[in-house]
């Protein structure tokens, strides 16, 4: 399995863009690399998810270099909502093989 | 938009007794995971389903089993309720490279 790396924690202001970084040397192939976040006492809820370049939705934009070694979630011009869990994780998608949560990046925004 | 049903968002039980954590999803997915989520120890898999009578271990399955007789439910059971298993259990099922989808979560309290 994939194992991923990403900071801990990040503080930011409101109207910032937020950038976190996902390492996951060992990516498969037919791996696909997926967001989550999660608030206190919720279940987590999908973000976004890509495979290789550039992936954007309403919420977030998601960056892949070509070698997908890593990636990048950006939030544009987070708000106070935006202070949550955050986390990547690497899958074939099929889900036959175990989603496997990592420790995650605690975001902290501030007013 | 897809639902994933827990049957009780919190419970308190018993050591001793055997607990039925029921989980429901509508979106005919086939794939579905148990987690429990624990301070400062994030999301752990417990038991994961990719097909129906399918179970396979995920990385803390002592103490637990799983029932998947049908399609659109994942049962989760403790067998003998202990303290230890007081935790937030989180049900998730899996649309093929899209995404998992989580329940709201039952928060478990076992006395």
């Known amino acids: 399995l994939a194992k991923t790396t990403q900071p801990i924690s990040m503080d930011s202001y409101e109207g910032q863009e937020v950038n976190i970084t996902c390492s996951h040397n060992n990516i498969a192939t037919n791996d696909y690399i997926t967001w989550y976040q999660q608030f206190p006492s919720q279940g987590p809820r999908f973000i976004i998810q890509?495979?290789?370049t550039k992936v954007t939705n309403e919420v977030a934009s998601l960056f892949i270099p070509a070698d997908r070694k890593s990636s990048t979630l950006s939030l544009p011009r987070v708000s106070l909502s935006d202070t949550a869990v955050y986390y990547c994780l690497v899958g074939d998608g099929t889900g036959r093989r175990a989603l496997t949560f990592g420790s995650g990046t605690r975001l902290q925004v501030q007013p | 938009d897809v639902k994933v049903t827990q049957s009780s968002r919190y419970l308190v039980k018993r050591t001793g007794e055997k607990v039925f954590l029921e989980c429901v999803q509508d979106?005919?997915?086939?794939?579905m995971f148990w987690y429990r989520q624990d301070p400062g120890l994030g999301l752990r898999l417990i038991y994961f389903s990719y097909d129906v009578k399918m179970k396979e271990k995920g990385d803390i399955p002592e103490g637990y089993s799983v029932s998947r007789e049908k399609k659109e439910r994942f049962s989760l059971i403790l067998e003998s309720a202990s303290t230890n298993q007081t935790s937030m259990y989180l049900c998730?099922?899996?649309?093929?490279?899209?995404?998992?989808?989580f329940g709201q979560g039952t928060r478990l309290t076992v006395v």
């Open positions: 998730a099922s899996i649309k093929q490279a899209v995404g998992a989808f």
């Open positions: 890509g495979y290789k």
């Open positions: 979106m005919d997915h086939e794939n």
